[in-house]
């Protein structure tokens, strides 16, 4: 497998979600009117944090690539704690269902329930957030030549906070997609959506397919709804002609943009390697050697 590639789809992902941070809930027109088109790691704004300083969709994705290292294997249990050992120190942004799911798993529910019991508990349009998807392509590293295997991890992954099947079988299909990048196969998208089948719910699959096929898929949400943020990630995540141009352009489309440059980012930055991601975003991220790092050791686990 291609390290460059690997290395860009952690790296890429950070590069997105700090990028998207310090405007974050801004309006396409309103990060205009304040950056032009924000390219450059930008200090303060949303959550008022230094530039280069990523949120929890990095934050989680360091929870699973750790755990994925050091386990050598795929062990939700051990990601939970992960996660409720970040969730403990105070995190800055956390989603309403991962923290609900979160402090569930710190009283007790295993790790398959937590999840489960919130979304039940949930009514739609809150339900079914993109907050597992964001942080799942570390899974893709050390499974990308075992489909069977990934999407079972992808979907557990996401079932820990995430139970909705819009998030688990999302979370299937972008791993997937990634793998086949990483792998670097002609029909990344369509091989995923074709892998899953009958499975995915029928509106990630009509919000997906028209992108697979290469066709226009018409207006482009910016919300925090798992179907939106991976229709409008991977399209830009899959058709930019560059790795930078692809997470610029989800981050000033506004709305939920760090989440949605961290997916983009993940995809854009497996297809293009990490050596197509600009150095003034990498220096700026004080996680770079230590994603680096997990990306490299991530291809020797399964």
């Given at each position: 497998?291609?390290?460059d590639r690997t290395r860009g789809s952690l790296l890429g992902l950070a590069c997105g979600d700090a990028l998207g941070r310090p405007v974050e809930f801004n309006s396409a027109s309103e990060i205009s009117a304040e950056h032009g088109r924000l390219d450059e790691m930008a200090g303060h704004g949303t959550w008022n944090q230094p530039a280069?300083?990523?949120t929890d969709d990095t934050e989680q994705a360091l929870c699973i690539a750790r755990s994925l290292v050091e386990q050598q294997d795929f062990d939700p249990a051990d990601i939970a704690d992960r996660f409720v050992a970040w969730y403990d120190s105070g995190p800055f942004d956390i989603g309403r269902m991962t923290m609900r799911s979160l402090s569930r798993l710190k009283h007790g529910d295993a790790w398959d329930e937590a999840g489960q019991y919130v979304w039940e508990q949930s009514r739609e349009g809150q339900n079914a957030?993109?907050?597992s998807v964001m942080r799942c392509p570390p899974l893709a590293i050390p499974y990308a030549s075992g489909w069977d295997r990934l999407a079972e991890v992808s979907r557990q992954a996401s079932q820990i906070t995430h139970a909705d099947p819009?998030?688990?079988e999302g979370c299937a299909v972008l791993n997937l997609t990634v793998a086949g990048l990483l792998e670097d196969v002609d029909t990344p998208l369509q091989d995923a959506l074709d892998y899953v089948g009958a499975d995915a719910p029928d509106e990630l699959v009509t919000a997906l397919e028209p992108l697979a096929r290469g066709d226009s898929p018409g207006t482009l949400e910016t919300s925090g709804y798992v179907?939106?943020?991976l229709q409008t990630a991977l399209h830009d995540g899959l058709v930019s002609d560059s790795a930078e141009e692809a997470i610029v352009t989800a981050v000033n489309r506004g709305g939920d943009t760090d989440t949605i440059g961290a997916i983009a980012g993940a995809v854009a930055g497996a297809r293009f390697g990490a050596s197509q991601l600009p150095d003034r975003w990498l220096n700026a991220i004080d996680e770079t050697d230590e994603?680096?790092?997990?990306a490299k050791r991530l291809v020797d686990v399964a």
């Open positions: 497998m291609d390290s280069g300083t990523i957030g993109n907050g819009r998030c688990t179907v939106h943020s994603l680096e790092t997990l």
